[in-house]
């Protein structure tokens, strides 16, 4: 550890730019991962935010939920049977506004069900970033598909679908609105992929997520990102210690000479890792949750610590394979032919 030290000192330099680049990298990385977490959340808060359960639509629906219909009779026979089932519709939409001004919506109507608020006819709870565009409970809302007038009754945290704002409404707005007597999907709360029911497939959570085609391009593309950076910070690790141990390989000869061992070299350069991954880490965090905190209200951005957690480890298990493949090559230095090359 104190070997370690003292080179870093005398390199600082060269460890000062591998330290920034790595303070560059992990404050990207953890900036599109707070991106792709806030979008994620935006795009599908609705479902993410439902317990663990499955999902069950139409076998012949091609898994795409609004070209499913579920029978009547199946939807009936499937609530009666089991005790936590909710039977559930999602369609976008629009609603214009007390000044005539289209807002565009998510729909949402459900059986009665804890998981979803109950809505009467005529009634409608919005997702709360609705108030930011001048509706207030109480307004009088329209829908040209619609015969009457819908009253706002409240409003609800977080609930969005497709990065809309979600409307709940009563079934009965609902089948006139899209001229529909089948709900699309019926959600078993606490279900498992053991249980099918004819003529109907079953999705986890995660698996209906990612049925929806915006939700899963999205969240495949940045993630693709951050994973890409991550394996950028392991090559980087790799070809900063090979460079360094390539200009040091006389050095080692003469410590092999007398009497270090390779695990003790091989424990310098880990310290070496640490020293420069930590601090770079920590910075890159600190800087974050400022910006998660003063991020602007409309932006979707959400870095959880877990997420953060999650990242730095995997950060420090890259540098750290990073730098001991790139110190392969100190376990077969010679003595006395790193010498001899150190002199040449």
């Known amino acids: ?50 317990p663990n359960g499955q999902f069950y639509m139409d076998a012949d629906a091609d898994e795409t939920y609004n070209l499913s219909r579920i029978d009547n009779s199946t939807m009936e026979k499937l609530l009666n049977n089991e005790k936590d089932a909710t039977a559930l519709s999602i369609q976008m939409g629009f609603l214009n506004d007390e000044s005539d001004k289209q807002q565009s919506v998510a729909f949402v109507t459900s059986t009665d069900s804890k998981l979803f608020p109950h809505v009467k006819s005529g009634e409608v709870i919005l997702d ?13 809302l329209t829908n040209n598909q619609f015969s009457g007038e819908f ?19 009563n079934i009965k ?9 089948e709900m699309q999907l019926v959600f078993l ?22 049925t929806i085609p915006s939700y ?37 000869g003469i410590l ?32 974050c949750q400022v910006f998660n905190r003063i991020a602007p209200e409309g932006m979707p951005f959400s870095l959880t610590m877990e997420t953060t957690a999650t990242l730095s480890l995997v950060f420090l298990i890259i540098g750290f394979i990073g730098a001991t493949l790139s110190g ?4 077969k230095v010679e003595p006395l032919q790193a010498i001899q090359q150190g002199e040449m």
Do not use: C
């Open 256 to 287: 092999k000479a007398i009497g270090l061992k390779t695990s003790r070299l091989f424990r310098i350069m880990w310290a070496q890792m640490i020293f420069i991954t930590v601090p770079a880490l920590a910075l890159s965090i600190v800087l």
């Open 173 to 181: 707005n609902y089948k006139e609105i899209y001229r529909v007597n």
């Open 216 to 252: 899963s391009a999205e969240q495949m593309s940045l993630n693709m990102i951050v994973w890409f950076l991550v394996v950028i910070s392991g090559l980087l690790f790799a070809i900063f210690f090979y460079m360094m141990n390539v200009q040091k390989i006389g050095l080692y």
């Open 1 to 50: 550890m104190n070997l370690a030290w003292k080179e870093i000192k005398k390199s600082k330099v060269r460890f000062l730019i591998l330290g920034s680049i790595v303070f560059l990298v992990s404050l990207l990385t953890f900036i599109i991962s707070g991106l792709a977490n806030g979008l994620s959340q935006d795009n599908a808060a609705l479902i993410k935010d439902l």
């Open 128 to 140: 709360r970033s609705m108030e930011d565009k001048g509706i207030k409970v109480g307004d009088t």
């Open 151 to 169: 009253i706002v009754k409240g409003f609800v945290d977080q609930t969005k679908f497709s990065h809309a704002p979600v409307a709940f409404i």
């Open 328 to 331: 392969i090559q100190i376990k």
């Open 189 to 210: 709360l606490g279900g498992d992929s053991s249980q099918e029911f004819a003529g109907l497939q079953s999705f986890s959570k995660q698996d209906f997520l990612n």
